[in-house]
């Protein structure tokens, strides 16, 4: 499978997502059966805000964390994300906003170009 997705589309990807994980669940009207449908994403978003800030990459405003380390996170998000609605009991449209989107973020963590990945040296 290529794998297209380089450390500078990904940047540009990040504060998007961020703002849209913070924005998404209060336009969706997430959690109206579980508070926790709502508050996951928001939470998660501002992580991934401040994540992004302190990624080392082009878009990093403070860079101290290495790209390999926001990959791992965003691969963890992703697995959470897939799994959470049913440890959780989400149902309907909350379970499905965190599948769909735990499985597009673990899509684009696959997708990346070997090259972006932490090496032996």
Same mark, same amino acid.
């Given at each position: 499978?290529?794998?297209?997705?380089?450390?500078?589309?990904?940047?540009?990807?990040?504060?998007?997502?961020?703002?849209?994980?913070?924005?998404?669940?209060?336009?969706?009207?997430?959690?109206?059966?579980?508070?926790?449908?709502?508050? $996951?994403?928001?939470?998660? #978003?501002?992580?991934?805000?401040?994540?992004? %800030? @302190?990624?080392?990459?082009? &878009?990093? =405003? /403070?860079?101290?964390?290495?790209?390999?380390?926001?990959?791992?996170?965003?691969?963890?998000?992703?697995?959470?994300?897939?799994?959470?609605?049913? $440890?959780?009991?989400?149902? #309907?449209?909350?379970?499905?906003?965190?599948? %769909? @989107?735990?499985?597009?973020? &673990?899509? =684009? /963590?696959?997708?990346?170009?070997?090259?972006?990945?932490?090496?032996?040296?």
């Amino acid at each position: 499978m290529p794998r297209f997705i380089t450390k500078t589309i990904h940047a540009y990807l990040d504060y998007p997502v961020a703002l849209g994980l913070i924005a998404m669940p209060f336009l969706f009207g997430l959690g109206a059966e579980n508070p926790l449908a709502l508050w $996951l994403s928001v939470a998660t #978003g501002i992580a991934a805000f401040i994540l992004t %800030l @302190l990624t080392d990459h082009h &878009l990093g =405003v /403070v860079r101290v964390l290495p790209y390999w380390l926001h990959l791992a996170v965003d691969g963890a998000v992703g697995v959470v994300f897939v799994v959470a609605p049913f $440890l959780l009991g989400f149902s #309907g449209l909350d379970l499905w906003y965190y599948v %769909l @989107l735990g499985a597009t973020v &673990l899509a =684009v /963590v696959g997708l990346h170009q070997p090259d972006d990945k932490p090496g032996l040296v």
